[in-house]
């Protein structure tokens, strides 16, 4: 059987700064990779936004607000993944 390489990464993740996680996670997958081989490197489910919301009076309300803002920046977070496994790739 071949061995399988997993890289799990828990990144410092700024609240609610979508680009500027999703920016740090590739720089971390470009450091990894340039020293060790990898077949899978998962992060957390919220490395986009982290568990807080912004506090607001309405909750309900800060919670739309970020699913809003993560449906909008979503497209583009997909892409910037997948251009980075696509030079993994070759």
Do not use: W
Request: charged share 30%; proline share 6%.
């Amino acid at each position: 059987m071949k061995p399988f390489y997993l890289c799990a990464i828990q990144p410092k993740i700024v609240p609610l700064e979508i680009e500027i996680n999703v920016r740090h996670c590739v720089e971390l997958v470009q450091k990894i990779l340039k020293v060790h081989k990898v077949d899978l490197i998962v992060f957390p489910e919220t490395v986009t936004t982290g568990f807080s919301i912004k506090k607001s009076g309405d909750k309900n309300f800060a919670i739309k607000k970020l699913y809003v803002e993560l449906k909008r920046k979503l497209p583009e977070v997909k892409k910037i993944i997948a251009e980075l496994a696509k030079k993994q790739e070759s």
